[in-house]
């Protein structure tokens, strides 16, 4: 049987159980859609079926999580997540090793886990430091030095999407994450219906931004007016990151981030105008590489740490 370590994305909308080499390569998958009707538990049991199918192929050695919502490392317990139910307070790190007959299991949140692996094999490979937001139905973030994890203390840390942007207390989820631009999106159609994104935002709820630059090259300025907004509101959330670590590359990732360089010229752009004067022009800003496979790649690099100390522990 083949020797592998396995990955696995607990997302929001997707779920992905991968299997990989001793370079956190992706040799296999298995990809569910959430179903939140049937919430935690039904997402456990896909997990549990795609591992039975796994093992019965391979040997596998260790297994990464990435979660997605805070976690409690020191206990493998999740707090909660933001979008599916069944998932507060569960012992996800003992439920995993006893599906898997023992093996070593290594659990962080999916946007430290994509950090990981952007950092290590995609946009920010070579660089240090390296901070990593996704920018998906909420906002997360990630600092990856030296090729290692940044961990403050427990139970999370690097929350950028909690970053306030005022007084008010809107914060930088509230304005630039998936869910909020398709918001402010929908808001602008309802005030402009002679807009080129009437149509297509007619037809159905969710998703809204990828009919956003269709409507720029159609000539809608205000579609083009509230992209560089939210360039600036991203670049300003970030700014803190740059002004309190000052990393070398940022990378975006996440849904949002598929609008490609308009979003990243805008953003880096505007970044370089929302910093003090000495630290300018700031981190380069980079599009994540790995795609839908920052998640799963960094979890497999998770599985690796944990191979490593099972093996280290062996042997002492």
């Known amino acids: 049987m083949e020797s592998v370590y396995v990955g696995i994305e607990i997302g929001g909308t997707k779920i992905q159980v991968v299997t990989g080499d001793d370079r956190a390569r992706i040799v296999d998958r298995h990809r569910f859609t959430a179903d939140k009707a049937q ?4 997402i456990r049991e896909q997990i549990s079926e795609a ?12 297994i990464g999580v990435g979660f997605g919502g805070p976690i409690n490392r020191e206990t493998g317990r999740t707090c909660c997540s933001h979008q599916i139910k069944g998932w507060d ?11 898997a007959g023992g093996l070593p299991v290594h659990i962080d949140n999916d946007a430290n886990t994509a950090a990981l692996g952007e ?3 995609g946009a920010g490979q070579g660089e240090s430091p390296v901070f990593y937001v996704t920018l998906g139905s909420g906002i997360g973030g990630g600092l990856v030095i030296d090729g290692e994890l940044y961990h403050g203390a427990s139970p999370t840390e690097t929350e950028i999407g909690h ?7 809107e914060t930088l989820e509230s304005r630039c994450s998936g869910w909020a631009v398709d918001r402010r999106l929908r808001e602008y159609v309802q005030a402009n219906p002679s807009s080129p994104l009437t149509k297509p935002l007619a037809k159905r709820k969710g998703g809204e931004a990828r009919h956003w630059l269709q409507a720029i090259e159609e000539g809608d300025e205000g579609a083009r007016a509230m992209l560089s907004n939210v360039c600036r509101e991203l670049a300003f959330g970030l700014s803190h990151v740059v002004h309190l670590m000052n990393p070398t590359v940022i990378i975006l990732g996440g849904g949002l981030s598929n609008l ?6 805008g953003v880096e752009s505007a970044l370089g105008q929302a910093i003090m004067e000495v630290l300018r022009p700031g981190p ?9 496979d920052a998640v799963p790649v960094g979890a497999l690099h998770l599985a690796l740490t944990s191979g490593l100390s099972l093996r280290q522990s062996t042997h002492a």
Do not use: I, T, Y
């Open 39 to 42: 919430g935690g538990e039904g």
């Open 260 to 265: 490609g360089e308009p979003l990243r010229g």
């Open 89 to 99: 307070d569960f012992p996800l790190r003992d439920w995993l090793s006893d599906q």
């Open 51 to 62: 591992l039975r199918e796994v093992q019965a192929d391979n040997a596998v050695r260790a």
């Open 163 to 169: 970053v306030r942007l005022g007084p008010a207390g």
């Open 284 to 292: 380069s800003v980079h599009l994540a590489k790995l795609a839908e």
């Open 119 to 121: 950092a290590r094999d």
